[in-house]
């Protein structure tokens, strides 16, 4: 039995989805092609690659429906994953690549059972630990895009931005006082 399932699984990955893209909003287009240090994504870039964070366990639980990686030709996926990132794109079609496909992994989500959830996974030989839950490995993509954000909260203020979320937090302790 879970005490968390495939609906909270949904409505936590759009909370962290919704702030992601309330970022993403609020950068302006023109940082977009802006990279925060030699060899790093730019902040499209960066934005592009959360907005494909869930691909990868999507392709192995939804669409493969895999119980381990044997076979995964890992390499050629990342090779995918890394020429869709540098495709050109305007600040709106992130935009609508982070809501689109956010919203069609939270009700893929929402429609997971506990028993689906708690199937055992595999992990490739020599790693600890040996298996995962598909719960444990579906939870990663939140945890990855809240990694993201963290990079992208200081980028903003880099440019010189109050994140949304420390504005909030400001808005609630000056109520308080």
Same mark, same amino acid.
């Given at each position: 039995?879970?005490?968390?399932?495939?609906?909270?699984?949904?409505?936590?990955?759009?909370?962290?989805?919704?702030?992601?893209?309330?970022?993403?909003?609020?950068?302006?287009?023109?940082?977009?092609?802006?990279?925060?240090?030699?060899?790093t994504?730019?902040?499209?870039?960066l934005?592009?690659h959360i907005a494909?964070?869930?691909?990868?366990?999507?392709?192995?639980?939804?669409?493969?429906k895999?119980?381990?990686?044997?076979? @995964?030709?890992?390499?050629?996926?990342m090779?995918?994953? &890394?020429? !869709?990132?540098r495709k050109? #794109?305007?600040? +709106? /079609?992130?935009?609508?690549? @982070?809501?689109?496909?956010?919203e069609?992994f939270?009700? &893929?989500? !929402?429609?997971?059972?506990? #028993?689906?959830? +708690? /199937?055992?996974?595999?992990?490739?030989?020599?790693q600890?630990p040996?298996?995962?839950?598909?719960? !444990?490995?579906?939870?990663?993509?939140?945890?990855? /895009?809240?990694?993201?954000r963290?990079q992208?909260?200081l980028?903003?203020?880099?440019?010189?931005?109050?994140?949304?979320?420390?504005?909030?937090?400001q /808005?609630?302790m000056?109520q308080r006082t």
């Amino acid at each position: 039995m879970n005490y968390y399932n495939g609906t909270d699984l949904a409505r936590a990955f759009r909370t962290v989805r919704s702030n992601t893209i309330q970022i993403a909003t609020e950068l302006p287009e023109e940082k977009y092609n802006w990279a925060p240090a030699p060899d790093t994504r730019t902040l499209g870039q960066l934005l592009v690659h959360i907005a494909m964070g869930p691909g990868f366990q999507e392709h192995v639980h939804r669409h493969q429906k895999r119980t381990n990686f044997e076979g @995964l030709d890992f390499p050629a996926l990342m090779q995918q994953v &890394w020429a !869709e990132e540098r495709k050109p #794109r305007t600040k +709106a /079609e992130i935009i609508q690549k @982070l809501t689109a496909d956010g919203e069609d992994f939270a009700a &893929w989500l !929402e429609t997971l059972d506990d #028993r689906f959830l +708690a /199937e055992p996974f595999a992990m490739p030989p020599g790693q600890t630990p040996a298996t995962k839950t598909r719960f !444990e490995m579906l939870l990663g993509v939140k945890e990855h /895009e809240m990694h993201h954000r963290g990079q992208l909260m200081l980028i903003e203020r880099l440019l010189g931005q109050t994140p949304h979320l420390t504005r909030r937090m400001q /808005e609630r302790m000056a109520q308080r006082t």
